[in-house]
């Protein structure tokens, strides 16, 4: 299946199938910083929790959460920007993807903030489209904006544009030692979880800041404290990391959550399966 243009202006993802350049056409220029001013004072590199919102009739009332890594280097702001949902993948007889809007985006981001705080975001362009953002973030830690989404298909020709607004906070710094108690959803049963917890300080290539840490358990008869072999994953305000048992090495423990602006809160899910058998549930996790 051919992907089709997109033009878009979020946070930005690709329709899984569809081939992504992280390189520039030359038909889409980067933005530059406004002229007679000098780099914002609050530097806003850091993680972000972003929502897209549509007010194109068509879509009123969607929206698509994004997590984005933005990085400033003087007045020059780059990042990588993942949903946080799945998309269909399919085409309409029309030549529309049924994840427009917000399914079918260039991940890459590129741009500029002048002093004043505001900001001008492009995505590389690819497939002979791009897209721009424009908003402000006067305090360096929250973000207002408005999109334009414009796709252009070529089988069957037409052309679909979406607009709305993007707001978005910076998250806190995942670090520290987080206890709470998660409960089963098969047996009842519950479990008491501390599991120590930290973010790099800096995204890996695809845009994601790696997690390492280490758990204990309480209530379970199978496992007590567990490693974390392969570091786990944070981009906005969601989080996984997957723990093996030192009791049990055959088994896999993953917890998934979604983070407080100020990371202090951790609203978890979790899965088991392998040697020690299947079991799911949730709960909070808290900061100490």
């Known amino acids: 299946m051919k992907c089709h243009s997109v033009a878009i ?37 850091g993680n972000w929790q972003l929502t897209a919102t549509s007010s194109e009739t068509a879509y009123a009332g969607e929206y698509g959460n ?30 529309l993807p049924c994840a427009f809007p917000y399914g079918v985006i260039n991940p890459y981001l590129s741009g500029a903030i ?11 362009s690819y497939d002979g489209a791009a897209f721009s953002i424009t908003g402000d973030t006067t305090n360096g830690s929250t973000l207002n904006s408005i999109y334009t989404i414009t796709l252009v298909t070529t089988s069957p020709p037409g052309t679909f544009v979406d607009h709305g607004t ?21 047996t009842g049963n519950s479990m008491g979880v501390t599991t120590n917890l930290s ?8 845009g994601y800041l790696e997690v390492n840490g280490s758990a204990n358990f309480t209530g379970s008869a199978c496992f007590n404290s567990a490693t974390m072999p392969t570091p786990g994953g944070l981009l906005g305000n969601m989080l996984v990391v997957g723990f093996v ?40 996790l808290t900061l100490q």
């Open 166 to 186: 993007i707001s978005g906070y910076m998250m806190g710094i995942l670090n520290g030692t987080y206890t709470g108690t998660v409960k089963s959803s098969v």
């Open 114 to 124: 002048d002093a004043d705080g505001n900001i001008v975001l492009n995505s590389p």
């Open 9 to 45: 202006l979020a946070a930005a993802i690709y329709l899984a199938g569809c081939g992504v350049s992280n390189t520039s056409s030359s038909s889409t220029p980067s933005p530059t910083p406004p002229s007679n001013h000098t780099p914002v004072n609050a530097n806003i590199t």
């Open 245 to 284: 048992p030192t009791s049990s090495p055959t088994t896999n423990i993953t917890l998934s959550g979604t983070l407080s602006q100020d990371t202090k809160t951790i609203v978890v899910s979790y899965l088991v399966n392998g040697g020690c058998g299947d079991d799911n549930g949730g709960g909070t």
């Open 199 to 206: 973010q790099a300080t800096s995204p890996d290539s695809s």
């Open 66 to 95: 994004y997590g984005v890594y933005l990085t400033q280097t003087g007045s020059t702001v780059s990042g990588i920007s993942w949903p946080q949902g799945a998309f269909p993948m399919c085409i309409l007889p029309s030549g």
